[in-house]
């Protein structure tokens, strides 16, 4: 009898420290546990970086003082390693120091040969500056007919960017900037070779290449706005040529809209009353373009003004401002995506 009971009392006390240990796991378990982000939070977090960063201060276009190291979109989240945060810094500032010295060079280079000749120095300087939008675009369709990626609203913008490169190239040529041989022989060979240079660098790594047309829009920006400033009083007397006023005061001004994706649609309705506001325009249409590639360095960043609505321009509404992060930026980002997936991670008890 008092064997069956000691056995009794022992089952008893077993189980009692199993249903002990069960709940002391699911105490520790849901201490530990913390649960994610929703996903609407998680969109507002990827999409407080915009294009927005120099409307406050829309003159301040400076090469030096181009896109930061890394904006991480959520500050709290570190990257995974320091030896890798520390890499992807160094290669960001070589890319940016490669960029900044190539500018230079061509602007050492615009120097020497256009000192005293600023509409045939427009004219070179308006046919170099387009080419990187069709590098762009050849690459995405490219991407396209792969089957790779597909980016709508890139291919919008940078033609609409494009289509404003093009009229300001129109209205310099309407000017006499054209008028040597040896300035379109200049422009369209140096053309040709940015173009190859920038599709190889868009391939390799999209976030150099937009920050190189950065620095050739910073620069633009800096020339007109002193030419602005030296020759005002002349240019205030002149008549606006018949291109700028067509472009810039028609009736359909969707694609001056569009590559101004720092801006709402219809915010901006430029007008001309004579050559001194067609300079100024187009030194203002510079700074836009600095605003939208230096938006295009963070992957996913860039969509269509005309896909926002004025209540949530700018992700101030959490709704339909999901960032796509899963395709690659370009071949660099590819295989460290590939290499990151492919080794396994370490658990730490």
């Given amino acids: 009898m008092m064997t069956t009971l000691s056995q009794t009392v022992s089952v008893f006390s077993n189980k009692a420290i199993n249903l002990k240990s069960v709940a002391s796991f699911n105490t520790i378990k849901t201490l530990r546990f913390n649960p994610p982000s929703s996903p609407r939070s998680l969109s507002w977090k990827f999409c407080r970086v915009q294009a927005t960063i120099l409307q406050d201060e829309e003159e301040k276009v400076v090469v030096e003082e181009s896109s930061p190291l890394k904006n991480f979109p959520n500050d709290d989240e570190p990257p995974e390693t320091g030896s890798a945060s520390a890499l992807e810094k160094w290669v960001i500032k070589f890319e940016q120091s490669v960029n900044i010295l190539l500018t230079e060079s061509v602007i050492m280079v615009l120097d020497a040969l256009y000192r005293d000749r600023d509409y045939a120095r427009f004219f070179v300087l308006e046919t170099i500056a387009r080419v990187p939008y069709f590098a762009f675009i ?196 590819c295989i460290k995506k590939a290499v990151a997936v492919s080794t396994p991670r370490v658990k730490q008890n």
């Fill in 138 to 333: 050849s690459v995405l369709h490219m991407y396209e007919s792969f089957g790779w990626w597909r980016r709508a609203d890139y291919l919008k913008v940078h033609f609409a960017e494009s289509w404003n490169e093009m009229h300001h190239l129109l209205i310099m040529e309407e000017l006499g900037g054209n008028a040597w041989w040896f300035d379109r022989f200049l422009a369209q060979h140096i053309a040709v070779a940015y173009y190859f240079v920038t599709v190889f660098m868009y391939v390799i790594s999209p976030r150099m290449a937009y920050h190189f047309s950065e620095c050739v829009e910073s620069h633009a920006f800096e020339t007109y706005d002193k030419f602005i400033k030296a020759q005002g009083e002349k240019l205030k007397k002149m008549p606006a040529p018949a291109v700028a006023i067509k472009y810039y005061t028609g009736g359909d001004l969707y694609l001056f809209d569009e590559f101004q994706t720092a801006r709402l649609p219809n915010s901006r309705r430029p007008k001309i009353e004579n050559l001194y506001d067609v300079f100024l325009n187009i030194r203002d249409d510079e700074a836009e373009h600095c605003k939208t590639m230096k938006a295009c360095q963070t992957h996913g960043n860039l969509r269509s003004p005309h896909s926002y609505s004025e209540d949530d321009f700018g992700c101030e509404d959490e709704s339909g401002c999901i960032v796509a992060q899963a395709d690659c930026e370009g071949i660099v980002d």
